[in-house]
T-cell receptor
Framework: NAGVTQTPKFQVLKTGQSMTLQCAQDMNHEYMSWYRQDPGMGLRLIHYSVGAGITDQGEVPNGYNVSRSTTEDFPLRLLSAAPSQTSVYFC??????????FGEGSWLTVV | GEDVEQSLFLSVREGDSSVINCTYTDSSSTYLYWYKQEPGAGLQLLTYIFSNMDMKQDQRLTVLLNKKDKHLSLRIADTQTGDSAIYFCAENPNTGGFKTIFGAGTRLFVKA
């Protein structure tokens, strides 16, 4: 079972560069989300989606864009990377707000 | 606003019981979760409890919920070195939308 797949696992960016973190799930979940994990701060919600074509902002959305053109995919775009966006990013999916399934994480460093 | 708090570190000896505590603020939460994160990996659901329950036991794991005090705990019996990980408490507020709130995570160290 693939579950939630996110790529890349590691990425180094220069300040000002843009990139997209990919996320795909094969469980037909309607809910998908992106979190960032920083030391001592737990997981913070960046953006989430409750279905194809519907997205909304989470706790820390600034500097990030998302889209949900299909049920399976939920990419996260960094428009102009900043060192403050150095973090570990997790994509997650769930059905009807129940158990959340996480991807393996993407380690992003912005220099 | 909603908030979930837990201590950042816990150290126990192998074979002892570990108790990880968590407090939350939203009394309308319908689900409360414990997730485990091993180094370099994502979070995996360990167990969960419905808000209408006081206790849930699953093999070595015991979850206790005190709704009055908004306190959740996870007890791991006979803690093993493989239990070393970060444990996240999370609540799913009954906001009508999708938004699970996570604590900062408790790093469990198990000494052999």
């Amino acid at each position: 079972n693939a579950g939630v797949t996110q790529t890349p696992k590691f990425q180094v960016l220069k300040t000002g560069q843009s990139m997209t973190l990919q996320c795909a799930q094969d469980m037909n979940h309607e809910y998908m989300s992106w979190y960032r994990q920083d030391p001592g701060m737990g997981l913070r919600l960046i953006h989430y989606s409750v279905g194809a074509g519907i997205t909304d902002q989470g706790e820390v959305p600034n500097g990030y864009n998302v889209s949900r053109s299909t049920t399976e995919d939920f990419p996260l775009r960094l428009l102009s990377a900043a060192p403050s966006q150095t973090s570990v990013y997790f994509c997650a999916s769930s059905s009807a707000g129940n158990t959340i399934y996480f991807g393996e994480g993407s380690w992003l460093t912005v220099v | 606003g909603e908030d979930v708090e837990q201590s950042l570190f816990l150290s126990v000896r192998e074979g002892d019981s570990s108790v990880i505590n968590c407090t939350y603020t939203d009394s309308s939460s319908t689900y409360l979760y414990w997730y485990k994160q091993e180094p370099g990996a994502g979070l995996q659901l360990l167990t969960y409890i419905f808000s209408n329950m006081d206790m849930k036991q699953d093999q070595r794991l015991t979850v206790l919920l005190n709704k009055k005090d908004k306190h959740l705990s996870l007890r791991i019996a006979d803690t093993q070195t493989g239990d070393s990980a970060i444990y996240f408490c999370a609540e799913n507020p009954n906001t009508g939308g999708f938004k699970t709130i996570f604590g900062a995570g408790t790093r469990l160290f198990v000494k052999a």
